[in-house]
């Protein structure tokens, strides 16, 4: 619950950051008459809106159960992810089209002010997205996805301000960012298969269900997994149901026998479990 509530306090810094930012491209981008600025602005500002959402669901995520709920709110961070994704790929096609225009027809705006205002963007979603990094979960990473897009955006706007102060070639500024928006949908796209699959409630990637099996299957009295059901609720923790068919024995042994498949669904990161015993009939 503490590392969820730092992950909560980040990204309120991050949709805080973020937000007064924009306003500040915003202008900058009028003043500048950089209409790559003013179109990087409007991708932040929805960067900003989803930033805030996402805030919210996962404050909303670390509620406890409840008998409406009885698994808790931990899924509501992965709204948050979901969201994010999808104002990721949104956006990214927005710069596709402004990216692609601009092939045909540069345009050169105030190289100066492109720089000094790059150069605070690098800072500003710097730092915001080095907070997000440390979080856990796919909604924290995905939001760090977020501000690195506009990170690697900034880079290349200063290293296309310094160039255009020498030469006169606008034409890199499209090309760059075409770059970039491929290179960040590409692990946009990666996280927002595993948000998908959680919520499709797939196997967890982090367990492998063969050596499980295995394990369970050597321990002394078990004759067979009768039914085995693993899932994660969040992406960060795995549960399991597991029925198990063993042989007659004394409730000590059947208590040893509980702890010690317990112990390895732990060992094999599965934390939380439901374990059944069912004995063979005489």
């Keep these: 619950m503490k590392q969820d509530t730092k992950t909560s306090k980040r990204m309120r810094l991050a949709f805080l950051l973020n937000a007064g930012f924009t306003v500040i491209e915003i202008i900058g981008g009028i003043l500048t008459g950089s209409i790559a600025i003013v179109a990087d602005a409007i991708h932040d500002l929805g960067d900003s809106l989803s930033l805030g959402a996402s805030w919210l669901l996962e404050k909303k995520s670390n509620k406890e159960a409840t008998e409406k709920f009885p698994f808790g709110y931990k899924r509501f961070s992965l709204l948050g992810a979901l969201l994010s994704g999808t104002v990721l790929i949104t956006g990214s096609i927005y710069i596709f089209y402004e990216a692609g225009k601009r092939l045909f027809n540069p345009v050169s705006p105030h190289s100066e002010g492109m720089m000094w205002l790059a150069i605070l963007g690098v800072l500003v979603n710097g730092f915001a997205a080095l907070k997000l990094r440390h979080g856990e979960g796919l909604n924290s990473k995905m939001l760090s996805w977020h501000l690195l897009e506009d990170v690697l955006g900034w880079v290349a706007v200063l290293v296309v301000s310094i160039i255009l102060q020498f030469k006169d070639i606008p034409i890199l500024d499209p090309l760059l960012s075409i770059g970039i928006t491929i290179y960040i949908l590409f692990h946009v796209i990666k996280n927002l298969k595993k ?88």
């Excluded at 693993?230 to 198990?244: A, F, V, Y």
Aim: charged share 30%; glycine share 2%; net charge negative.
């Design 195 to 282: 948000t998908l699959l959680v919520l499709l409630e797939s196997t967890p990637e982090d367990v492998d269900m063969d050596t499980l099996k295995n394990k369970i299957l050597k321990q002394p009295g078990v004759i067979e997994i009768q039914k085995m059901h693993l899932w994660t609720l969040d992406g960060k923790e795995n549960t399991s149901m597991i029925q198990l068919l063993v042989v007659n024995m004394t409730n000590e042994e059947s208590n040893r026998l509980r702890a010690e498949v317990r112990e390895i669904l732990k060992k094999e990161k599965v934390t939380v479990s439901t374990l059944e015993v069912n004995y063979l009939p005489e």
